[in-house]
């Protein structure tokens, strides 16, 4: 009983907070979400799927303050000819975007559209995110689809001409950004979404994919670059027949990342691929990184994969909690889970739940979850051939996150995320 007070009472806290917009197509989505998170209220430690992360952070009437912070770097997807929309801290910059017509698909801001009672979106807003909220209830993605006053919406009814590109900047070391994303794929069209940046000292953000039958869409994001900031990250996405749906998200720096996948796979021959690559150091402080899936199928002959490969040393934490669920009369699916840590210090720590729930019986279906130090012998092998000793650790840390990269379909995409990672490792030696 104190736990579900406390868990209305931050809630309360928490909208008292925020000035929620009222929407116009998006006016039914926003008051269902708000009435299943009055009904709910926010997570909580003694949630069973928060055991492993402190929400406390996530949830509070006020951002932490998070540092600015500078790497001298050149920003991520620099070198990929890509359609370019800014956000600063949760807030679109139109000066610095590009003109959204240059993509060869429909895009516009929700603040905008959102004046409208009918738009395509309608059909896609606060929809699957309702969807994603059974059998687990996910409140701060229902809390985002009420309180939301930004984001984009992108219709794709052919071949992209260019990836879209999401770019989100930190400004204020205060700011606490709210963004909602809505696509919708349609049938044999293909989409690239790409994301960066740290966006805000605290960032939600939900994205919701819609694929419909032979569509295609690829989505690689990129969170790091500060460490003091905050971030829990939804995907919710509905992949029809012969479609493709294929997520890949690479991590570094940051206290506490929380990102969560909810994929629905309800059309025969459909394919959702998702993956991910974190890199923690917990030298400037707290770093903890939590990916949490849930896959279902529920249509015949489909595949999806889970692959998620963490690299953590100094004390830093990372989580996977991933589950599939084959329904009733999907047969011939075939789902497979891997998740693995390479642990660089006996500080660190990987916590990982991987579950299966199956009510088919022609099913290929597998799961597997390692935890382990640097290969002795392989790292000897190196150091044999005069290869120095950080030289060679960094090649097999490389080695270790390959098969989550490789999900990656574009090789410059891929390769901009390995030059990343090799950045990241050399700069740690």
């Known amino acids: 009983m104190a736990v579900a007070q406390a868990k209305i009472d931050a809630l309360a ?4 907070a925020l000035d929620l917009p009222h929407g116009g197509f998006t006016r039914a989505a926003r008051a269902e979400a708000l009435a299943r998170l009055r009904a709910t209220g926010l997570p909580h430690r003694r949630d069973e799927y928060w055991k492993y992360t402190d929400p406390a952070s996530l949830i509070a009437a006020a951002a ?52 409208a009672d009918i738009h395509w979106a309608k059909s896609v807003y606060g929809v699957l995110e309702a969807r994603g909220q059974d059998p687990v209830s996910r409140p701060l993605a229902a809390l985002n689809t ?11 009814t052919g071949r992209a001409a260019k990836p879209v590109s999401l770019i989100y900047l930190h400004k204020s070391e205060t700011s606490d950004a709210i963004l909602h994303h809505c696509v919708r ?13 740290p966006a805000a000292a605290r960032f939600n953000k939900v994205l919701e994919v819609d694929v419909a039958a032979g569509g295609r869409f690829h989505h690689v994001r990129a969170q790091g670059r500060d460490h003091e900031r905050r971030a829990v990250t939804h995907c919710f996405a509905r ?37 991910g690559a974190a890199l923690g150091d917990g030298r400037h402080g707290t770093f903890h990184h939590d990916d949490t899936v849930f896959v279902t199928h529920d249509a015949e002959a489909c595949e999806s994969r889970q692959v998620f490969k963490k690299v953590l040393k100094n004390g830093a934490t990372g989580v996977f909690q991933g589950k599939i669920l084959v329904k009733p009369g999907a047969q011939k699916t075939d789902g497979y889970q891997i998740s693995q840590s390479l ?15 199956i009510y088919a019986d022609d099913v290929k279906c597998s799961h597997g979850s390692t935890s382990g130090a640097i290969d002795e012998t392989a790292l000897f092998y190196l150091r044999s051939r005069g290869v120095p000793l950080e030289e060679a650790r960094a090649l097999l840390v490389l080695s270790f996150l390959a098969d989550a990269i490789a999900e990656i379909e574009d090789e410059a995409i891929q390769q901009e995320i390995t030059s990343r990672l090799e950045g990241w490792l050399a700069r740690r030696r």
């Open 239 to 275: 992949v029809g027949e012969g479609a493709l749906f294929k997520s890949f998200t690479l991590t570094a720096n940051g206290q506490l990342t929380r990102n969560e996948t909810v994929i629905e796979i309800v059309g025969d021959n459909a394919v959702a691929h998702v993956a």
């Open 64 to 115: 932490p303050a998070a540092a600015l912070f500078d790497g001298q770097e050149p920003p991520v997807f620099d070198t990929i000819d890509r359609l370019r929309l800014v956000f600063v801290d949760g807030v679109f910059d139109a000066e610095a975007s590009d003109d959204p017509a240059l993509a060869g698909v429909e895009i516009c801001r929700l603040a905008e559209a959102d004046a």
């Open 343 to 357: 642990l660089l210090d006996d500080d660190s720590q990987f916590l990982a739940k991987p579950e299966l729930e």
């Open 13 to 16: 806290a928490r909208l008292d």
């Open 146 to 156: 009420a309180a939301a006053t930004d984001g984009v919406l992108i219709r794709a």
């Open 185 to 197: 794929v349609e049938g044999g069209a293909e989409l690239t979404l790409l994301e960066n940046g």
